[in-house]
């Protein structure tokens, strides 16, 4: 109500200075400063509401302005210490001090706005990344992959409501702070007590409702990356269980250390504008780890070493969700300036402009790469990542860098993409079914450390910060150093903390018998080798049956802890955990989980009278 009073004020202040306006003559009849001390009504309106009269009844004493109180009357009054008045405008002190207060609530509500318009566009990302994976996955896994989208959506809510939110500090999009105590949340089980006195359990500062959950989108974003890199073989339960860990303990410490301006990286000159590395690095990092954890999905890789490559659900979707997420990302960046006052919505377009350039030229160069290696084809699929390891690329700089830098910026997070992508799957045999970590956390370090390198001091300054990039002339390399330790921070900290939490879920699953891994262990997944031909399936699992899980290595006994059953992973997780397929299931996909579940049958038929005889 408040809000809208003020408005109402502000557009009624806004109407009477324009019937004022009416005569040239306003600026020269406001202020009239004198020796007449007597003071008293310095002018009027005339009755028919036009110009100021032109002659006043009487002058302003030094040190005062006049300043009207009725439509038709005003008088002088004495400019408080400190406060101007300004001629070329007509207005008088207390005219500026009403418009002062009025334009102040505007702004707050321009602020809020800004900030809640750009969340929900911003949340909408995660509708991009569940069509994009939904998309480029086999058919059989495409409900348990949707279904980890939406969890993803409800935990994280909840997690960074309890605690994230309150770690993160003034880094979430500005949270308010007030007698240097944190008011995010009740987590650490402090009551919040309002301006009325009254002190409420169980509630975050209203005025924090919309940096909340601008930052929520963030720390969503986040988590959904790391889903790509696990995709098609990570139980549902430990997946949730890692994006709480990720999303309110990993990502709200980087947040607090890079974001808030007492944070230890902050302190050190790191830039970071809207997440190349706390969003990105740490969520690519994740898919990275989580991918070598949980080992390659079943006949990805044959005995000699060939790639196996499985068809998609539907490029169709991919491409809905490629569209989705370049829209969204243009709130993702621009609304990082948060707030609307001064300059910052320039920069906020500007940023927005570096994010199309960068978008237009890594999808350019990755059409030119994949044509020239695949002799005049086309690859859609590299096409998107690469269209999309630009956009992760620029969102650390994008409103720090020249134009013809963005472009540049583009082109070489093409290149990054094809060959991280070659690299981590041919060589190193690292199974990342949406290549997560090439698109997030490769292009995440190219584009953190773009901002030492090319970053502007000019615009660094318009933003508060200080700091020029290497190649910008009085650059003394500061900046990228600062920018380097933050990459190293983001990677090694989020994979200390996965592990960690890989751990403790299998201590977990240790204790309460019904999470622990089933004794059929899929041995030559974890060692990277696997079969394409089912008539090698029964064989396989004599081979299988003999080992006991004990007999495994830790590492091989957690890693296994993490992944769905056998069936899920022959079947797919639909049919096993969803009562069904999205979409048919195939005849191979049939006859290959009928020939694996027999031939178990009859392995463990044969253990029990071995046992017996």
């Not at 007449?36 to 002659?55: L, V």
């Amino acid at each position: 109500m408040n809000g809208r009073i003020s408005l109402a004020s502000a557009v009624l202040l806004s109407l009477l200075l324009c019937t004022f306006t009416g005569a040239t003559s306003w600026g020269a009849a406001v202020v009239r400063p004198c020796s007449n001390p007597s003071g008293g009504q310095c002018g009027g309106i005339s009755p028919n509401g036009g110009a100021w009269e032109a002659e006043f009844s009487s002058c302003c004493p030094s040190q005062h302005v006049c300043s009207y109180k009725t439509m038709y009357y005003s008088e002088c009054v004495r400019l408080k210490e400190g406060e101007e008045f300004l001629v070329e405008q007509g207005m008088g002190s207390g005219s500026r001090r009403v418009l002062d207060e009025s334009l102040a609530s505007i702004s707050g509500a321009l602020d809020g706005f800004f900030m809640l318009i750009n969340a929900q566009i911003i949340f909408f990302m995660q509708g991009g990344f569940a069509m994009l994976e939904v998309g480029i996955i086999q058919t059989k896994n495409a409900k348990s992959i949707l279904f980890k989208n939406m969890l993803d959506m409800f935990v994280v809510a909840l997690c960074w409501f309890f605690w994230g939110f309150a770690i993160a500090g003034k880094g979430a999009s500005g949270q308010i702070e007030r007698d240097g105590e944190n008011h995010g949340n009740f987590g650490f089980g402090e009551g919040l007590t309002g301006d009325d006195g009254v002190t409420r359990w169980g509630s975050i500062d209203w005025r924090n409702a919309a940096p909340f959950i601008h930052s929520l989108t963030f720390a969503t974003t986040t988590t959904t990356i790391m889903s790509g890199g696990v995709a098609e073989r990570m139980k549902v339960e430990v997946y949730i269980f890692l994006s709480a860990i990720l999303s309110s303990v990993v990502y709200a410490s980087m947040v607090a250390w890079c974001w808030n301006e007492d944070g230890f990286m902050a302190k050190q000159g790191f830039i970071d504008f809207a997440g190349s590395c706390v969003v990105h690095l740490v969520g690519g990092s994740a898919a990275l780890i989580g991918s070598i954890m949980v080992g390659p999905r079943r006949h990805r890789f044959a005995k000699d070493g060939t790639i196996i490559n499985f068809k998609s659900t539907s490029l169709v979707l991919s491409s809905l969700g490629a569209f989705i997420l370049a829209f969204t990302w243009i709130s993702f960046n621009g609304s990082s300036v948060l707030y609307t006052k001064d300059s910052n919505m320039e920069l906020s377009a500007f940023a927005i402009l570096n994010t199309f350039l960068c978008l237009g030229s890594s999808g350019v160069m990755s059409v030119i790469i994949e044509t020239v290696t695949h002799k005049g084809t086309y690859d859609l699929p590299y096409t998107i990542n690469g269209m999309l390891g630009g956009l992760v690329a620029v969102t650390a700089s994008c409103a720090f860098i020249d134009n013809w830098s963005a472009i540049l910026l583009g082109i070489l997070s093409a290149l990054l993409s094809k060959g991280s992508s070659w690299l981590l799957l041919n060589k190193l045999h690292v199974d990342d079914p949406l290549d997560a970590f090439t698109v997030h956390g490769a292009n995440g370090i190219l584009g953190t450390l773009w901002v030492g390198l090319f970053a502007r001091k000019d615009l660094i300054e318009r933003f508060g910060k200080s700091g020029e990039g290497l190649f910008m002339g009085a650059g003394d390399g500061s900046l990228l150093l600062a920018q380097v330790l933050g990459c190293l921070l983001a990677f090694f900290f989020t994979v200390v903390c996965y592990v960690a939490a890989c751990i403790l879920w299998f201590a977990m699953a240790r204790v309460v018998k019904a999470l622990s891994p089933s004794s059929v262990i899929v041995v030559e997944t974890v060692a990277g080798e696997d079969y394409d031909e089912v008539d090698e399936i029964e064989e396989d699992m004599t081979t299988v049956s003999s080992i006991d899980l004990d007999s495994l290595s830790l590492r091989d006994r957690i890693c296994l802890s993490l992944r769905v059953s056998r069936d899920a992973e022959i079947v797919g997780a639909d049919f096993i955990y969803h009562e069904g397929n999205a979409f048919e299931l195939t005849k191979n996909q049939v006859k290959m989980y009928n020939q694996e579940k027999n031939a178990q049958e009859r392995i463990q038929k044969k253990r029990i009278d071995e046992e017996r005889a």
